[in-house]
């Protein structure tokens, strides 16, 4: 009986450990690309900040950040929109910048279009001026950093009475 146990003892610690030495970058790879979407029957106020891919069917009311944004026919979007790839077939209010910017049949846009690519399709209704610009997602895309500002420069920080500082 001990025999057998120390046989595969070795044997189950072998495949346990190899299991756990494979990189996770290996798993990461096979998945698929990241992809989020927001339903019909929801309605966001806020700021939504993803890197992958973003489809809206329901509301948002804030700023909007995506690689890449399709707003579907009948969803609502009132702010701000960044994406490098946008396709807007519902209604936009605010200023978008993206690099590519489509608008289908069905895109209603009250705002300005800050691109390097517009394509406007038939019977969709634009509302608003459009730039031409070689990178329109550069300066935005990077969330500016918090700074540290010192109240008073003279006290130490720890939140004691100014008597009790040390």
């Known amino acids: 009986m ?88 519902g209604y936009v209010k605010g200023t978008i910048h993206a690099n590519r910017v489509k608008l289908n049949s069905t895109a209603v846009v009250e705002g300005d279009i800050f691109h390097r690519t ?6 969709a209704r634009f509302d608003g001026m459009s730039r031409r610009q070689e990178n329109s997602t550069d300066t935005l895309s990077r969330e500016p950093h918090p700074q540290v500002v010192p109240i008073e420069s003279n006290r130490k920080g720890n939140g004691a009475p100014d008597g009790l500082n040390a």
């Open 118 to 123: 517009l394509t406007i399709e038939e019977n």
């Open 2 to 89: 001990f025999g057998k146990s120390q046989s595969e003892t070795p044997d189950n610690h072998r495949d346990s450990t190899s299991a756990q030495k494979m990189p996770r970058s290996a798993v990461a790879s096979s998945a698929a690309p990241e992809a989020s979407s927001i339903s019909s029957g929801l309605s966001i106020v806020g700021k939504i900040v993803g890197h992958g891919a973003l489809t809206i069917f329901g509301q948002v009311e804030g700023e909007l950040r995506a690689s890449t944004v399709v707003i579907a026919e009948g969803a609502q979007i009132e702010g701000d929109v960044v994406a490098e790839e946008l396709t807007i077939g």
